[in-house]
């Protein structure tokens, strides 16, 4: 497994999703509202020449949003072969992981925040919480998978 991780911020929490998880990472210029989105959903932006939902992850992790800054950053990855663009409120550091240094999550942890850990890495004195991708995208709960919009199925419209 590749070592190298994109570190980013959230709340004043260090994450790392694999960087081959990461397509690019850039500023965020325009949100698009969009009606009736998800509430994790800030709207859609335009991104080299697509159109992608984004994602807060400070909704998504259940912290209260806060405005965009010059720090804010879209993290575009690729989930199931589909783009979605990840809010974050910083994100500009490349950082290599040893496998041995990513700690399990406690078992305390086991909830809705803890499905979406891969697991806990000690780098130095400082603690990056290294995200698991589709988890966040997934959920175990039906119920709250149609709630969030953010099942990556295709949708079915009947005509």
Known sequence: MNDNYIVFSVAGTSYALPSQDVAHVEMIEEVTRVPNAPHVVDGVVFSRGEVLPAVSLRARFGFER??????????????????????????????????????????????????????????????????????????????EAASSGLTLQPSQESR
């Open 66 to 143: 806060v405005p965009y800054d010059s720090r804010t950053r879209l993290l575009v990855v690729r989930p199931s072969g589909r783009l979605i663009g990840l809010v974050a409120d910083a994100a500009r550091e490349f950082v290599t992981i040893p496998p041995a240094s990513i700690r399990p999550p406690h078992e305390g942890l086991a909830g809705l925040s803890g499905r979406y850990l891969r697991g806990i890495a000690a780098i130095g004195d400082r603690m990056i919480v290294v995200l698991d991708l589709d988890a966040i995208f997934d959920a175990d709960d039906p119920a």
